[in-house]
């Protein structure tokens, strides 16, 4: 990992901050999964996973006036219930199992899915219960793992052929709830296995150093939105869904090369 100035990477992280911001503005996800993966480049993403997980509920919140009236009621009720059933099944998972392994896991089937859903499978999939119930499941096992329930969510929706302003309102309304129940399922796990705080210095350093950032792109993504061709939009979250999971299984084979 480079060794970089402090000032060099407080201007790198309001940089990965505005372009991640710029997309969360635009489809209502992406932001912790990019900026991670884009930060981890650089420093070690302890202390990053937990900034970047409490400004994903900064983020809703600024945004959730204006789209929560949006959301999908029925897709929002099966992506908590199975958020409130599996994070912690998850988070267990992460604790017992080698961390780097299950994220590059996490990372290869999403990236796989992604490229199917784009290129081989056409036609939308039937929303029914069972779509929304299994969309539920490996969402809040994926967000328990590896911080990726959004994609998961996302990902599925998507193939269900969910119009994009209702996918973008739901999405940015559960995010509120996915990410507050995943930050206490981490303090818990933290606090169980060594006693120590989730939110240390430099956690909150790195809340400082790309609040501004995130929020400056989420203004411009969400002037960008436009819900006119859904098709467009459906392809475009499709391609990016396939940047951020291979973005994800380059951190973790990085992560495995640096062991």
């Known amino acids: 990992m480079p060794e970089l100035s402090p000032t060099l990477l407080v201007v ?26 884009g930060m981890s480049l650089f420093v070690a993403p302890a202390p990053l996973v937990p900034a970047v997980m409490s400004l994903e509920v900064l983020a809703s919140l600024a945004m959730l006036r204006s789209t929560a009236r949006d959301a999908d009621r029925q897709w929002l009720w099966w992506l908590v219930g199975g958020n ?25 089937l999403l990236l796989t899915t992604a490229l199917g859903l784009r290129f081989v499978v056409t036609h939308h999939i039937r929303p029914d219960r069972r779509l929304r119930a299994m969309t539920g499941a490996v969402s809040g096992l994926m967000n328990g793992l590896a911080g990726s329930g959004g994609v998961a969510a996302a990902m599925l929706m998507t193939a269900s052929g969910v119009p994009p302003v209702h996918l973008r309102g739901t999405m940015i309304t559960f995010l509120v709830f996915a990410s507050t129940l995943t930050l206490a399922c ?61 973005l994800g299984a380059l951190r973790a084979s990085w992560e495995l090369m640096a062991m």
């Open 186 to 246: 981490a303090a818990l796990a933290t606090g169980a296995s060594s006693g120590a705080g989730l939110l240390g210095a430099q956690t909150l350093h790195w809340i400082a150093v790309l609040t501004p950032g995130m929020l400056a792109g989420v203004w411009i993504g969400k002037r960008l939105f436009s819900d006119d061709d859904p098709a467009q939009f459906r392809r475009m979250v499709l391609h990016l869904l396939i940047v951020i999971s291979a």
């Open 12 to 37: 790198i992280g309001l940089l990965v901050a505005l372009g991640a911001g710029i997309v969360r503005g635009f489809s209502g996800f992406g932001f912790s999964a990019l900026t991670v993966a």
């Open 84 to 108: 409130v059933l599996f994070v912690p099944v998850g988070v267990l998972l992460l604790v017992l199992l080698p961390q780097t392994w299950m994220r590059l896991l996490v990372s290869m």
